[in-house]
């Protein structure tokens, strides 16, 4: 599967936005998709994962209550929509895909840069 990030851009503190991944395949829906993030300076992070089915999610500690993971089988489409935003939140963020929740992180595709002025 390949993948392909969009959605980044410079947005104040407090503000919002959502991230898009477009994936090419027929067995988009079979796959487990995820977002990881890197902050300047940093080593990559997981921020959050979605089943096949949409029907379980996961994210990491940080931006819970704030983003929320979601997809549509029918458009090969990925969502990560970010309320809240802090300038922590400052990174590129990639897109990811695998077999299964544990395997997310197995492919990626081009990241999108998102900055949080504060």
């Known amino acids: 599967v390949q993948l392909q990030a969009s959605g980044g851009g410079l947005v104040q503190a407090g503000g919002s936005l959502r991230l898009s991944c477009a994936a090419s395949?027929?067995?988009?829906?079979?796959?487990?998709m995820g977002w990881f993030r890197q902050a300047p300076g940093k080593e990559r992070e997981f921020v959050a994962a979605?089943?096949?089915?949409?029907?379980?999610?996961r994210y990491t500690d940080s931006v819970k209550g704030r983003f929320t993971i979601s997809r549509d089988n029918a458009k090969n489409t990925m969502y990560l929509q970010m309320n809240s935003l802090k300038p922590e939140d400052t990174a590129v963020y990639y897109c990811?895909?695998?077999?299964?929740?544990?395997?997310?992180?197995?492919?990626w595709g081009h990241g999108t840069l998102v900055t949080v002025s504060s």
């Open positions: 395949g027929r067995t988009f829906s079979s796959y487990a």
């Open positions: 979605i089943s096949w089915s949409g029907g379980t999610t």
């Open positions: 990811t895909a695998g077999p299964n929740m544990a395997t997310v992180g197995r492919s």
